[in-house]
């Protein structure tokens, strides 16, 4: 099922055709008006290499190229015009792995995989300045990892940022306002977790578009700033945050 959240009447519909087959914890773009999915698990478990894309003008569904393996719990951004997908788990095992779809071509292709051999399950990402951000997530052990990472698409280059100070969330989703980046619910130490990081009390985020790369790979040692990188928010009242809690959410913008 594919559901619709209208901004202007704060209401949810399912208006649209639904996906060909049952999919959950796959990749999610936008990409010239219309939707690609990626990936994830089926109704049984099993995963999957499909690739999905949604016409909204057709109101309908077609099959693209697959992905070279099973891939699911990947995190995923679309710079470019181009849908990346990296860590998770592909074909049962924890990767660092990351792959670029070209709609055009219809087309993978295998980019540099995560800095420094890390390897990251459950994770998410955001684009902040062109930059496809990577924040949290499980290592290979299943273990909650705080880490972030940033991307240049064009460089085809890692760096690992400051981590963040809250340990313990994965199966979360991230976003960025204003080159700040937030992290949303997902679990957190076991549980489902309600909350808009960096918006609520006990909660953070980070000034991303004042992060400064260095010249080679490796980890960023600056942030721009005089502040800490990430930083808790004062605020007691939730602002944003969903009214349940959910857990290995997809989404876009269409």
């Not at 690992?160 to 949303?184: E, K, T």
């Not at 605020?235 to 944003?240: D, F, M, W, Y």
Request: glycine letters at 12%; a neutral charge; one cysteine or more.
């Amino acid at each position: 099922i594919v559901q619709v959240y209208r901004p202007d009447t704060n209401t949810w519909d399912s208006p649209v055709t639904s996906m060909p087959a049952k999919r959950t914890r796959g990749s999610i773009g936008v990409i010239d008006g219309k939707i690609y999915y990626a990936g994830g698990l089926d109704e049984l478990g099993a995963s999957k290499t499909t690739t999905y894309c949604y016409d909204p003008a057709l109101n309908s569904w077609s099959t693209k190229t697959a992905l070279p393996a099973t891939f699911h719990d990947q995190a995923y951004a679309v710079v470019g015009g181009y849908l990346y997908i990296v860590g998770g788990q592909k074909a049962g095992a924890v990767t660092s792995e990351m792959w670029k779809y070209d709609p055009v071509a219809n087309t993978w292709t295998s980019v540099s995989a995560f800095a420094l051999g890390v390897t990251v399950d459950q994770s998410a990402a955001t684009v902040i300045n062109g930059m496809i951000h990577v924040a949290m997530g499980k290592d290979s052990t299943g273990k909650p990892f705080s880490c972030h990472f940033v991307y240049s698409p064009s460089a085809d280059r890692w760096w690992r940022l400051p981590d963040p100070p809250l340990m313990g969330i994965c199966a979360h989703a991230v976003g960025q306002i204003d080159g700040v980046l937030r992290v949303i619910c997902g679990t957190w130490q076991g549980s489902a977790a309600i909350g808009t990081f960096a918006i609520s009390s006990g909660n953070f985020g980070c000034d991303a578009s004042q992060v400064k790369l260095a010249a080679g790979a490796g980890i960023a040692t600056s942030c721009g700033k005089a502040t800490p990188m990430w930083a808790n928010a004062t605020n007691t009242t939730l602002v944003g945050g969903p009214p349940v809690a959910l857990v290995s959410t997809a989404s876009c913008q269409l």
